[in-house]
Every structure is written in C-alpha cells, then in structure tokens.
C-alpha cells in the first residue's frame, strides 16, 4: 500500500470520526431531531455529497453512534467490575457505572437503546462491543450456571427501566441508590446470583 493511499485512509478515517462526533456533540445538545445531514455538513465543514460518502443518511450516522456508545459503555462496566471484583459489589459497581452512563450522556444512550436502528441485540449479527457491555454482565454471575446470561439480561432490563423512567421524570431521580441496592440485593440473593469466589 503506498503512503499516499495509507494518507487517504488515514483521512477518511479521521472524516468518518469528525462526522460522528459532530453529530454526539449537536444530538447532546440540542436532541436528536436537530440531527441533520444538512447541519453535520455544516458543522463539520463538508459537502453534504463528501458526508453521504461516509453515511447513506441519518439512519447509518446512528447506527455509528450506537456503537461507538457501546464500545464506551463496555470499557466503563470493564473498569467497574475489575476495580470491586468481589461477587455482590462487582454486580453492584457495574450496575452503577451502567446508570451513571445513561444519566450523564442521555442523547448518546437515545442512540444506542431507545431510537429506532438496525442494531441486532442478542442475535448472531449483535456488534462485538454490545456484545462485550452484555458480557460484563455476565462475567458478573458464577461462570457455572447456565441462566447467568438470563439474569444478564434481567439485570439489564431493569436497568434500562430505571434509566428511561428517571430520564422522563416518572420516577424521583433522589430514590436511585436504593433502588440500585434493591435490585442487587434480589439478583444476589437468588440461586445462580453472583459468582462466589
């Protein structure tokens, strides 16, 4: 390969990046629906054709969005649940770290678990870092149950409920931390809870 193709990549690369980005930055800021090919083209100093070469439409953009989120989301359950590796604390710390992600980035978790994209959850086509934030919930449970990716998926699932219910106000955002003890406290004390080293 020749450096001047190496050079091209490398740019396309950093366009692709810019474009995501860009389109994190205005969705955070002003929601997704101010999310435009037209004002990413703006913003990111490109004709909307050079952003077209990038993303077929705000659909793919998303998507990009989705699962740079995940790869995120993966590598922050992974700090938490190394950081408290004992069974019911590591259970507990990535559950945290799991709220604390949706409260503090929620235009970024919009994309990855509430609007609507092509993204395949539990599915042979799931992308590899959705795939490892599952896992950090599993890794969580002891590895010779076979249910730990059920409960995986219902401490997920809870989660998810209490992260989009406090995101729209239906729930007091002051009743987290005992919530959070609640569900760690029913998913420990519940045979093929966390693991016991």
């Not at 090919?37 to 705000?58: C, D, I, M």
């Not at 890794?139 to 989009?164: K, M």
């Amino acid at each position: 390969m020749s450096a001047i193709t190496k050079r091209r990549e490398r740019e396309r690369a950093q366009r692709h990046q810019l474009i995501i980005t860009a389109a994190r930055e205005l969705a955070e800021a002003e929601g997704w629906e101010a999310v435009t090919t037209r004002r990413l083209a703006e913003r990111v100093e490109y004709s909307q054709p050079v952003l077209y070469s990038h993303f077929n439409g705000k659909e793919a953009i998303l998507r990009a969005v989705a699962i740079e989120g995940f790869d995120e989301l993966a590598a922050r359950l992974r700090r938490a649940r190394l950081a408290t590796p004992e069974p019911p604390q590591a259970l507990h710390a990535v559950c945290r770290a799991y709220l604390e992600f949706a409260t503090e980035q929620p235009a970024l978790y919009q994309a990855m678990f509430v609007l609507p994209t092509d993204v395949k959850f539990a599915h042979a086509e799931t992308p590899p870092p959705l795939r490892a934030a599952f896992d950090e919930f599993v890794s969580c449970f002891r590895p010779d149950d076979l249910r730990r990716e059920l409960f995986a998926e219902v401490t997920w699932s809870a989660l998810h409920g209490i992260a989009a219910l406090s995101e729209s106000g239906r729930i007091p955002p002051n009743g987290q931390t005992e919530r959070l003890d609640f569900l760690v406290t029913q998913i420990a004390g519940t045979p093929g809870g966390p693991a016991t080293l």
